[in-house]
């Protein structure tokens, strides 16, 4: 179990917005799309110790070790320049960690815990290890009771599904566009094997929210949400529809061109989605 | 005497108070011409440097501090002296309650406990539907803000879950009133999951109730129970405190030459020193003021064998940062786990000081520790054992690093958890902190959501759209709605007095 190690670029034992209640959250390092508005592009690329990022740090936290790259976390003050000048989108200060790491973080903090959320990155590019992580989780007795989610992109196809569903309990799932194109435009790839996806996690129950991001311009125009709306009345049934409203904080320049999402304009498309008949729709508390 | 009159001139013809605050703070006035209860030279002087403290309660303590009524005597029996029969209905039982609260003193003039009122009131619900008790409780619940208009003033709910608990609950995040402020005594056992859960998506909604760790506080009372009043005290029900004096352990920590001096002599020194100040003030209440001839004894809503001293610390994280200085040590209060063990250290060599020293005229004979939670013009001093505002880590790691401070302080201890205003979206997860709080040995959970318009600057609520009208007038400030580092100021905007205020943190007229 421990011999199966995961690239991650932070853990979080208190989070409130990924997954019901109060989680412990592990971003894997490493995504296989590549979104202009991605809020954490430093989590997409993965390090190919160029060294680029050695100079950069002002406290001496990064160094070559065997044409490594080796990271002090002690010496690191969080200053992120590092991050800047990653010339991938990678992330210098990621740690490898085994499963028997995660669940000793999680039992140290388990009166707090809901439950445990992978995220990312897309966390489904490191299946194994999310498969073992959750198995374990199931099997603990400590952990007893705690829910295990992901949050992914969709871009997995059904038998790597089929191996993690059964010791999942949720699934929060991106879709970024309903026309293939701008997705592409939007991603790097084409949005089918998400919306499969989307089928079926619903099909299996485990699909917990479907998250869409409304850029302005982009993805809020009539034909977007006409294709939202008729995607979930597709999957009928109940559907938690979470609308994410595109902003500035920590996206690339590229995106910084892009207007951020207001409130009133969520409101609006959130107005729309119900009137279609949608009912469980969530729209952001907080707009920074 | 010219100062004394000017002073008292000043307050007669502020035209920001109104007449009954104008009255309280001439009657302060004119309890402090007389002299102080009888003190030695050393704890004068400590008293004059505010080393230690007797929160301003005034020169001649003619009140406790803090009374809780057992109100289930008036109920059941009514009142000779208030000419009270025994009530039959709901609307009779709540209009006993709100006549008898007017009779009620404290510190403030107000009562700071409106009673356990499920427990209460559940007797007279039988033959009352839903929607009846729904729309008397919003009636009593508008009342006690406009008639006792103190955000002091503390309700407490549970632990059992129960249909006025729910209807208190529904009306309060309706309402969002300031008064009363509102504790739920949370019991794993006796109160379920689904009160649990009302109170989380009540703090989403309001900042209240609090959450009481009920099994842990009862243990600390007895079987004639507790209640929680004004800023989280926890104290005897039918009693309640003669006193609160306190201990600022930054100026004790100033005094200290060295850490282990600080443990050796100092502290111990001025936890002296304010033992003597709380018996001075003790003694002058039952000795000298009449108090316990009052008719809440004779008839029993009072006990006069019940009532304990509050002895309070607070500026614990100035102190801790002051002895890692001169330690020649790094780490902060809050975030090194070394600062932090240090914290712990002094709280129980006060705990043990406390249980080490017996006091006259005091609930068993000893004081009860509290985790003193500040005044208006506290500067440069964090509340009781607090990380300081605008610094506190995430909440998780905050509880983690206050939750060893919890098991020494039985009159009550609190720390106010910020958490961003996601949280109204999934209410699942204060329930789950709170959880995780009280299994780490939190005695209580208090929330504040950032940006909810109800918030809590040292332990009271003050209403955000209060404070933004009031900067509007003022043209300065506007929109200003960041929390935290920002908290002092607030205290400092309230200065000009809402309606409903803390009456607590302003103990005197230009303090």
């Not at chain 2, 003597?276 to 000795?287: C, G, K, N, V």
């Not at chain 2, 500026?315 to 330690?327: F, P, S």
Request: aromatic share 8%.
């Amino acid at each position: 179990m421990n011999s199966i190690r995961a690239t991650v670029s932070k853990i979080l034992t208190y989070s409130i917005v990924d997954g019901p209640g109060n989680r412990l959250v592990i971003f894997l390092q490493g995504c296989n799309f590549d979104c202009a508005a991605c809020h954490n592009p430093h989590t997409i690329g993965e390090c190919t110790h160029c060294g680029d990022c050695i100079p950069a740090c002002h406290a001496d936290a990064l160094s070559l070790v065997d044409g490594r790259i080796a990271f002090d976390p002690l010496a690191c003050d969080q200053c992120d320049d590092c991050l800047e000048v990653c010339p991938i989108d990678a992330n210098p200060m990621v740690r490898e960690y085994n499963v028997g790491e995660i669940l000793a973080l999680a039992r140290e903090h388990r009166p707090f815990l809901t439950g445990v959320t992978v995220s990312g990155g897309e966390p489904t590019r490191q299946l194994r290890f999310v498969t073992t992580l959750f198995e374990a989780i199931k099997s603990d007795e400590a952990l007893e009771g705690l829910d295990c989610f992901i949050d992914s992109n969709g871009n997995l196809g059904a038998s790597g599904w089929e191996s993690v569903l059964p010791v999942t309990d949720g699934v929060m799932l991106d879709i970024k566009s309903f026309d293939d194109a701008l997705h592409r435009e939007l991603t790097g790839k084409g949005n089918l094997k998400s919306l499969q996806s989307a089928r079926l996690l619903h099909d299996a129950g485990k699909l917990y929210e479907l998250r869409y991001l409304l850029v302005p311009g982009k993805t809020d125009h009539d034909a977007e949400l006409e294709g939202l709306i008729q995607f979930v009345r597709g999957l009928g049934g109940d559907v938690r529809v979470r609308l994410n409203a595109f902003q500035h904080h920590g996206v690339r320049p590229n995106a910084r061109e892009w207007q951020p999402m207001s409130k009133a304009g969520v409101g609006r498309a959130a107005a729309r989605l119900r009137a279609a008949g949608i009912r469980n729709v969530v729209e952001p508390a907080v707009y920074v | 005497m010219q100062d004394t009159l000017r002073k008292l001139r000043s307050i007669a013809n502020d035209a920001t108070l109104n007449p009954a605050q104008k009255a309280r703070y001439l009657s302060l006035e004119a309890e402090n011409l007389l002299p102080y209860p009888s003190l030695d030279a050393e704890t004068r002087q400590a008293l004059d440097e505010r080393v230690i403290c007797d929160m301003y309660e005034g020169h001649a303590p003619y009140k406790p501090r803090y009374v809780l009524p057992d109100y289930r005597v008036v109920l059941q029996e009514g009142s000779e002296y208030l000419e009270l029969p025994v009530p039959a209905t709901l609307d009779e039982a709540i209009n006993t309650l709100m006549i008898a609260y007017h009779h009620v003193p404290s510190v403030t003039g107000m009562p700071v406990y409106i009673g356990q009122l499920d427990e209460l009131l559940l007797p007279f619900c039988a033959d009352v539907s839903d929607d009846e008790l729904y729309e008397k409780i919003r009636l009593f619940w508008r009342y006690l803000d406009r008639t006792l208009p103190d955000a002091f003033m503390h309700a407490n709910i549970g632990p059992t879950d129960n249909r006025v608990a729910r209807a208190i609950l529904r009306v309060d995040a309706e309402l969002k009133q300031i008064a009363p402020n509102l504790t739920l005594l949370y019991d794993p056992q006796a109160s379920g999951e689904e009160i649990l859960a009302m109170a989380g998506n009540n703090i989403a909604e309001c900042c209240k109730p609090h959450i009481a760790n009920h099994a842990v506080h009862a243990q600390a009372f007895d079987e004639r129970g507790y209640g929680i009043v004004s800023c989280y005290n926890v104290l005897p029900l039918a009693g309640g405190a003669s006193t609160l004096t306190r201990v600022n352990l930054k100026e004790v920590a100033r005094r200290a030459g060295s850490e282990d001096e600080f443990f050796a002599a100092t502290l111990p020194h001025f936890l002296e020193l304010n033992f003597r100040l709380t018996q001075a003030r003790i003694d002058y209440l039952f000795d000298e003021s009449g108090f316990f001839d009052s008719f809440l004894v004779t008839e029993g809503w009072i006990d006069k064998d019940r009532f304990t001293a509050m002895f309070g610390v607070f500026a614990m994280a100035e102190a801790v940062n002051i002895l890692q200085d001169k330690e020649g040590r790094e780490g902060r209060y809050g975030f090194d786990e070394g600062a932090n063990a240090l914290g712990h250290r002094i709280s129980a060599a006060i705990a043990d000081a406390v249980r080490d020293r017996p006091l006259d005229k005091v609930w068993r004979g000893r004081a009860l520790l509290h985790s003193q939670a500040g005044l208006s013009d506290d500067s440069d001093a964090t509340p009781g054992v607090r990380i300081p505002y605008g610094t506190e880590p995430d909440p998780v790691s905050h509880v983690r690093a206050l939750a060893p401070h919890h098991q020494y302080y039985d009159a009550g201890i609190s720390e106010i958890l910020t958490v961003d205003e996601s949280v109204t979206n999934n209410p699942e997860a204060l329930v789950q902190l709170c959880k995780g709080a009280f299994a780490n040995g939190f005695r209580e959970f208090t929330v504040n959501v950032a940006s909810n318009d109800l918030v809590r600057v040292t332990g009271y609520m003050v209403r955000l759209s209060d404070i933004r009208r009031f900067n509007d007038r003022q043209g300065s400030r506007t929109n200003t709605t960041v929390l935290g580092a920002e908290a002092a100021d607030r205290t400092g905007i309230l200065d000009r007095k809402p309606r409903v205020v803390g009456n607590e943190l302003y103990p005197g007229y230009g303090q």
